[in-house]
């Protein structure tokens, strides 16, 4: 299993990215995906989650409305889309699958806002 997280950057608040997640090494549209953080201090977070088909969301309440989170079964990606970025989002995001019974991470990729 291999996940590949790309997008991150440094944006002003207000601001917007697109996290995309290239997975690998597994049949992609037989699971669901996961999006996870982790702030400096502070505990990994999920952020949100995506079933196999697509066809059902979930979010923390505290990006709900702002985030999105999105997959093209076909490139075996998962994306994260990600509007009216604040400072408090600031982490590392990561892609994530749990596959029986072990979860796999990718290496990250850093998100900084601030202006």
């Known amino acids: 299993v291999q996940l590949v997280e790309s997008g991150g950057g440094l944006v002003q608040p207000g601001g917007s990215l697109r996290l995309s997640c290239a997975a690998s090494?597994?049949?992609?549209?037989?699971?669901?995906m996961s999006w996870y953080r982790q702030a400096p201090g502070k505990e990994r977070e999920l952020v949100a989650v995506i079933t196999s088909a697509g066809s059902r969301t979930n979010y923390a309440d505290s990006v709900k409305g702002r985030f999105t989170i999105s997959r093209a079964n076909a490139k075996n990606t998962v994306y994260l889309q990600m509007n009216s970025l604040k400072s408090e989002d600031t982490a590392v995001y990561y892609c994530?699958?749990?596959?029986?019974?072990?979860?796999?991470w990718g290496q990250g990729t850093q998100v900084t806002v601030s202006s």
């Open positions: 994530n699958v749990l596959r029986w019974g072990l979860h796999y």
């Open positions: 090494g597994f049949t992609f549209s037989s699971y669901d």
